[in-house]
């Protein structure tokens, strides 16, 4: 059975500091995918990146990045210079294969406040 | 943004009512997906479909039953509503592949007293 964990609950840190939300997780497939979803106070859920099994190359978007380690089963976001929009619920995410209809196994997700 | 429209976006009704909510999407994907999000739970598959009249079970489909009768449509149906199920329901859509992402509707938070 897969299984992801996210084990910070909540993280409150005062703008402008660096944060990082871990995220380790449980498989069996050889071929996964790994997601990291965003939901903002407003409720929406929003596709931040994917990361394949085979591509261990760590990914950065502005003030985003991501570090993926097989090693560890652990796919790490950090948000560097965080912002007060930074708030919100984000989940890590882990598919299963497409035979059994690309479904998600979702994080219990880690609560993160930026204070001004 | 995805073309997932998810109705009511607000309910609240009775323990044993019945309960339907809806999933429209514009985007023809074959597989649409049923959540559930609760504290501490994060989300959690209830049902999903990979085409018109094809379902199968997630992790918490007890007391939950679903239907796709057009490609756009997936309901989701509480026979006999009860208080556990008071939770925020999402409806996601995929085209299936491993790599894409699924797109989630706005959710609709459901309230049973």
């Known amino acids: 059975a897969q299984k992801v964990t996210q084990a910070q609950t909540e993280i409150s840190v005062v703008e402008k500091e660096d944060v990082t939300l871990d995220c380790v997780y449980e498989t069996r497939d050889t071929t996964y995918y790994l997601f990291w979803y965003k939901q903002p106070p407003s409720g929406e859920l929003v596709f931040l990146i994917r990361r394949n099994s085979f591509d261990e190359q760590n990914e950065i978007s502005g003030r985003y990045s991501w570090n993926f380690q097989k090693s560890t089963s652990s796919f790490n976001f950090t948000i560097t210079a965080s912002q007060v929009v930074d708030s919100a619920v984000y989940f890590c995410a882990l598919s299963e294969p497409e035979t059994s209809g690309s479904r998600l196994t979702f994080g219990e997700g880690t609560q993160l406040t930026v204070n001004p | 943004d995805a073309g997932i429209t998810q109705s009511p976006r607000h309910k609240v009704t009775e323990t044993g009512t019945p309960v339907t909510l809806r999933c429209h999407q514009t985007e023809n994907h074959r597989y649409m997906y049923w959540y559930r999000q609760d504290p501490g739970h994060g989300l959690r598959l209830i049902h999903y479909?990979?085409?018109?009249?094809?379902?199968d079970k997630g992790e918490v489909s007890d007391g939950y039953s679903v239907s796709r009768s057009k490609t756009e449509d997936f309901l989701l149906t509480l026979e006999s509503a009860t208080s556990s199920q008071t939770s925020v329901y999402f409806c996601?859509?995929?085209?299936?592949?491993?790599?894409?992402?699924?797109?989630f509707g706005d959710g609709t938070r459901l309230s049973i007293l």
């Open positions: 996601a859509i995929s085209d299936g592949r491993i790599n894409q992402p699924q797109h």
């Open positions: 479909s990979y085409g018109v009249k094809d379902t």
